[in-house]
């Protein structure tokens, strides 16, 4: 049997255009920047130019591996992998239940303007930079003017050395993501609900459904889908973290490394300190162990749920 010889029409054409940009994009800041890797293995000095600077540095230690030995034999790398793990976890746990009630609630509501202004005011946060969010949180938090130790002042307390006290800060950064993420999280949730088709509703009406179970057994399964791809990308960059949460918005307080110093603050300070071998050793960690981790996530949804995997 012979097999149709495959054209090149007009629309592939105008798809490979529409495609270029992105492509070419891709090509200049994915592809190319992973030649970068190979600063991981080495012990960069500056010599020159970049390009020759990298490949005349001699390998790290003479294996390559000086730089990734010198990263796990880190005194606190216990302490950073501990903070990134802990806060992430309880990140993609809050990241996916409140949006989701959040959107469950907001769809509820019959004012279509209520609706508009909820979205908005949820959302606006997702918008604002950590410079800012950092300025605000310092203007609530400062010791001398600090609007919440005027509070504590005026009711007969002592003010509180805020970027000194390490307990505080986890509920509080975890305040700060959940704040600034809550309205994107919601809008995605809410537009899965929209696009659903309306006569599962309808015949749940006629069989006399109520509004919880409208929502428990039509709503919910049908935004699964959406939850799992939201859950595996969020696992899949399980050892990032924010730098301008962990950085900018406790001051870069000392007092509270404990508490604040992740995998991303950790990199930034290697690049600050001219170890950049370093640096790129732990983001390529970073990278790879990102990469394993949704694939293993994947892998595990696709045991329980083959439908609902994205690969």
Same mark, same amino acid.
Request: positive net charge; hydrophobic residues 50%; contains cysteine.
């Given at each position: 049997?012979?097999?149709?010889?495959?054209?090149?029409?007009?629309?592939?054409?105008?798809?490979?255009?529409?495609?270029?940009?992105?492509?070419?994009? &891709?090509?200049?800041?994915?592809?190319?920047?992973? +030649?970068?890797? #190979?600063?991981?293995?080495?012990?960069?000095?500056?010599?020159?130019?970049?390009?020759?600077?990298?490949?005349?540095?001699?390998?790290?230690?003479?294996?390559?591996?000086?730089?990734?030995?010198?990263?796990?034999? +880190?005194?606190?790398?216990?302490?950073? =992998?501990?903070?990134?793990?802990?806060?992430?976890?309880?990140?993609?746990?809050?990241? *996916?239940?409140?949006?989701?009630?959040?959107?469950?609630?907001?769809?509820?509501?019959?004012?279509?303007?209520?609706?508009?202004?909820?979205?908005?005011?949820?959302?606006?946060?997702?918008?604002?930079?950590?410079?800012?969010?950092?300025?605000?949180? +310092?203007?609530?938090?400062?010791?001398?003017?600090?609007?919440?130790?005027?509070?504590?002042?005026?009711?007969?307390?002592?003010?509180?050395?805020?970027?000194?006290?390490?307990?505080?800060?986890? &509920?509080?950064?975890?305040?700060?993501?959940?704040?600034?993420?809550?309205?994107?999280?919601? /809008? /995605?949730?809410?537009?899965?609900?929209?696009?659903?088709?309306?006569?599962?509703?309808?015949?749940?009406?006629?069989?006399?459904?109520?509004?919880?179970?409208?929502?428990?057994? *039509?709503?919910?399964?049908?935004?699964?889908?959406?939850?799992?791809?939201?859950?595996?990308?969020?696992?899949?960059?399980?050892?990032?973290?924010?730098?301008?949460?962990?950085?900018?918005?406790?001051?870069?307080?000392?007092?509270?490394?404990?508490?604040?110093?992740? #995998?991303?603050?950790?990199?930034?300070?290697?690049?600050?300190?001219?170890?950049?071998?370093?640096?790129?050793?732990?983001?390529?960690?970073?990278?790879? /162990?990102?990469?394993?981790? =949704?694939?293993?996530?994947?892998?595990?949804?696709?045991?329980?749920?083959?439908?609902?995997?994205?690969?």
């Amino acid at each position: 049997m012979k097999r149709k010889k495959s054209r090149w029409t007009k629309d592939d054409t105008e798809l490979a255009l529409l495609a270029l940009p992105t492509t070419v994009w &891709y090509i200049l800041f994915s592809f190319l920047p992973m +030649f970068g890797i #190979i600063i991981a293995f080495k012990d960069f000095r500056i010599k020159g130019g970049f390009l020759s600077s990298i490949v005349n540095s001699s390998w790290a230690g003479g294996n390559g591996l000086k730089n990734f030995e010198s990263l796990f034999n +880190f005194g606190d790398i216990g302490i950073i =992998i501990r903070n990134t793990l802990l806060y992430n976890i309880v990140f993609i746990i809050l990241g *996916i239940v409140i949006p989701v009630i959040l959107a469950l609630m907001i769809y509820q509501l019959h004012s279509r303007k209520a609706t508009k202004v909820y979205q908005t005011a949820l959302f606006m946060p997702y918008f604002l930079s950590y410079v800012v969010v950092a300025a605000v949180v +310092f203007g609530f938090l400062s010791y001398d003017k600090g609007l919440l130790n005027s509070f504590v002042e005026q009711a007969g307390g002592e003010r509180i050395q805020w970027y000194m006290q390490p307990s505080y800060w986890p &509920y509080l950064l975890t305040f700060m993501n959940l704040w600034k993420s809550l309205g994107y999280g919601m /809008v /995605v949730y809410l537009a899965s609900i929209v696009g659903m088709d309306g006569t599962y509703y309808e015949a749940a009406v006629i069989d006399g459904a109520s509004k919880w179970n409208q929502m428990r057994y *039509i709503t919910l399964p049908l935004m699964k889908p959406v939850i799992i791809i939201m859950f595996i990308l969020n696992v899949g960059r399980i050892f990032y973290s924010d730098f301008g949460l962990f950085y900018q918005v406790p001051q870069a307080s000392n007092s509270l490394f404990d508490v604040t110093y992740t #995998i991303d603050v950790y990199v930034y300070s290697m690049m600050k300190s001219g170890t950049t071998g370093m640096a790129s050793a732990a983001a390529f960690v970073q990278s790879a /162990v990102g990469c394993l981790t =949704i694939l293993a996530a994947n892998a595990i949804v696709k045991k329980i749920d083959k439908d609902s995997a994205m690969i």
